[in-house]
């Protein structure tokens, strides 16, 4: 199974570049997937769990780093220093708890604004500019360029493709 978007266009362009020495396909749906392995639902759902919790260890993100992205989901504009506050901790030891989680509150800051700005740009026609402002980012090319470098093309094709696919 593939994402969708960037990442499963991604995907599949590496399996097409790379050839595993396995057969491979791309499934948009479980059932079609499960199909093609010759196992039944049930048996599929119980692989998924597997993954799934295979994935999750792999890619565990400590409680402390969730609880800061609820709080900046809450308020997306918290200085290190609030947030240090709001989770009972000094900002230098917010710091090392997110250095060894591989992340820094800056980018835990771009992940929510630029979540945020897939919210926007996905619900309608608001100026990029606005959206831009909205977030809090400095400047229309501050958004444009993070937005790009978040997702691989501009904000505007990222709308348009959006509302092609919907």
């Known amino acids: ?20 020495p396995y057969e491979e396909r791309a ?8 199909a093609w392995l010759g196992v039944d639902c049930e048996e599929g759902i119980h692989i ?6 295979i994935k999750n260890a792999a890619m565990a993100t ?11 989901k809450q308020d997306p504009t918290l200085s ?8 009972g901790l000094s900002a230098r030891t917010l710091q ?5 989680s591989g992340t820094s509150f800056r980018l835990e800051v771009q992940a929510r604004q630029l ?3 897939r919210e926007l740009l996905a619900a309608g026609d608001q100026s990029l500019t606005s959206i831009a402002n909205e977030l809090g ?19 505007g094709a990222w709308r348009a493709r959006q509302r092609i696919s919907h």
């Open 62 to 72: 400590k409680p402390l780093v969730v609880r800061l992205r609820q709080e900046l």
């Open 1 to 20: 199974l593939r994402p969708p978007a960037m990442v499963g266009a991604f995907i599949a362009g590496f399996g097409a570049v790379a050839k595993p």
């Open 27 to 34: 499934f948009d749906g479980a059932d079609e997937a499960f």
């Open 137 to 155: 980012f400095s400047s229309l090319q501050h958004f444009t360029t993070a937005f790009r470098r978040a997702h691989g093309e501009s904000a």
């Open 115 to 117: 979540g945020r700005a």
């Open 96 to 100: 090392r708890v997110l250095t060894t």
């Open 48 to 53: 998924l769990d597997e993954l799934r919790t």
């Open 80 to 87: 290190l220093a609030q947030a240090a506050r709001r989770l």
